[in-house]
């Protein structure tokens, strides 16, 4: 089950195994020099598919990817962005990474301690800014812009606040709520920054009872489907 961009792009999905795929958009990323590459190439478009694909862990899909079986292409999109993004995969275990191309190379950030990722910037940047605001405490300060930094900073510490519910109805719950938290109302973009936009999906995948919940902006409803 995936959620799809330009109806071309899986960008976010689960597989029968319960492994969650998830691409944001990250101005940073650098792919390095297709011209000279001699690997195969893939459509950034196809990334988080090749992964739903032919891994069932986040451990599988860290062995596989690690050894770069290809160069990925990022194309212009029809607003005229490149399409530029970062991974993130996590499975039933609770294993968690996130995937990034910075300078031509493969950045692979493995554990279950990373399971927050918004947009730009850089990951290793977004942990130093979150370690920051630990510092602060949320229930004091949180930044409440609509930068993907802010908005990393307040799910990071929402996130370690919420409840830990074992009723998989209460759990989805409550990730919904931290979601639209830190969404980016409709009507809010920046055309010289295009990681600064309007939120226009929410999806919340539950791996242990393999269901995919979709939620559009545009739609006050939420649909799911599951795997039989």
Do not use: C
């Not at 930068?147 to 009723?167: G, H, T, V, Y």
């Amino acid at each position: 089950m995936i959620s799809s961009f330009y109806n071309v792009a899986t960008v976010d999905g689960m597989n029968d195994n319960g492994l969650i795929a998830n691409v944001l958009y990250l101005v940073e990323a650098d792919y390095g020099d297709l011209a000279t590459s001699k690997k195969a190439k893939i459509s950034i478009g196809a990334w988080a598919q090749y992964v739903l694909d032919n891994f069932s862990t986040v451990d599988e899909a860290v062995s596989g990817l690690q050894k770069e079986p290809f160069v990925i292409v990022a194309p212009t999109l029809p607003n005229g962005a490149k399409a530029s993004g970062h991974l993130a995969l996590s499975d039933v275990t609770g294993d968690s990474s996130v995937f990034e191309y910075l300078k031509g190379k493969l950045i692979i950030h493995h554990g279950a301690q990373y399971r927050v990722m918004t947009n730009s910037p850089s990951y290793d940047e977004q942990l130093a800014i979150e370690n920051y605001w630990k510092d602060v405490g949320g229930l004091k300060f949180l930044p409440g812009r609509a930068r993907s930094a802010d908005r990393f900073a307040r799910i990071s510490w929402n996130l370690n606040a919420a409840p830990k519910e074992k009723d998989s109805r209460l759990a989805t719950a409550t990730t919904f709520s931290l979601i639209r938290a830190i969404s980016v109302p409709l009507g809010i973009t920046d055309p010289e920054r295009p990681n600064i936009a309007s939120t226009v999906w929410r999806t919340v995948s539950d791996s242990k009872e393999k269901l995919y919940y979709f939620e559009s902006s545009y739609n006050p409803a939420i649909f799911f489907d599951q795997f039989s």
